[in-house]
Antibody, heavy 123, light 107 residues
Framework: EVQLVESGGGLVQPGGSLKLSCAAS????????MHWVRQASGKGLEWVGR??????????AYAASVKGRFTISRDDSKNTAYLQMDSLKTEDTAVYYC??????????????WGQGTLVTVSS | EIVLTQSPDFQSVTPKEKVTITCRAS??????LHWYQQKPDQSPKLLIK???QSFSGVPSRFSGSGSGTDFTLTINSLEVEDAATYYC?????????FGQGTKVEIK
């Protein structure tokens, strides 16, 4: 069974940092690209960024709203993806989901999602 | 950035009625369009990938169609459990984007 479990959310002051983790199980994590998507309360889904597999040189990409402030990484030995968030702003307040890209070749859909972790940026 | 625009934003529907949600892309994305269902306090779940392919385990009343810039999600014979917000999502280019969502309420 595919499982994605996020952790690390909490309350942080504007300008502060937070690092989220996404622990994966039930599939070949090292072969999968991992994405982060966020959702502010009562709002829609916003793509944050992604990291590809070792085969694809761990390539990363980010939304313009977080580029230069957020960094996605992964540790395949721990089956875990990370989202390092620096210079946080109040508008970064949201539930953050990790989601995996399907392992089917040439299929870029996001097929399984974690339960999310809440990040609140407030003074 | 590819903008996805869904319509309507909200729909109130009686059980067994047919629901149609559209998603229009600001430029052609081929068939790289996916649909998700999100129920309150839950994470999104994949329903349809690549415009018309049903994801494993999804009830057959959910179907998708379209290509290029215009896409449709259809729910045939709506059930009470289908009350949710539905999002379209494109994987054609980075940054990935989502539609604003369509909330389906049961009358």
């Amino acid at each position: 069974e595919v499982q994605l479990v996020e952790s690390g959310g909490g309350l942080v002051q504007p300008g502060g940092s937070l690092k989220l983790s996404c622990a994966a199980s039930g599939f070949s994590f090292s072969d999968s690209a991992m994405h982060w998507v966020r959702q502010a309360s009562g709002k829609g889904l916003e793509w944050v960024g992604r990291i590809r597999s070792k085969t694809n040189n761990y390539a990363t990409a980010y939304a313009a709203s977080v580029k230069g402030r957020f960094t996605i990484s992964r540790d395949d030995s721990k089956n875990t993806a990370y989202l390092q968030m620096d210079s946080l702003k109040t508008e970064d307040t949201a539930v953050y989901y990790c989601t995996r890209m399907t392992l089917i070749p040439d299929d870029f859909s996001l097929d399984f999602w974690g339960q999310g972790t809440l990040v609140t940026v407030s003074s | 950035e590819i903008v996805l625009t869904q319509s309507p934003d909200f729909q109130s529907v009686t059980p067994k009625e047919k629901v149609t949600i559209t998603c229009r892309a600001s430029q052609s994305i081929g068939s790289s369009l996916h649909w998700y269902q999100q129920k309150p306090d839950q994470s999104p779940k994949l329903l349809i990938k690549y415009a018309s392919q049903s994801f494993s385990g999804v009830p057959s009343r959910f179907s998708g169609s379209g290509s290029g810039t215009d896409f449709t999600l259809t729910i045939n014979s709506l059930e009470v459990e289908d009350a949710a917000t539905y999002y379209c999502h494109q994987s054609s280019s980075i940054p990935r984007t989502f539609g604003q969502g369509t909330k389906v309420e049961i009358k």
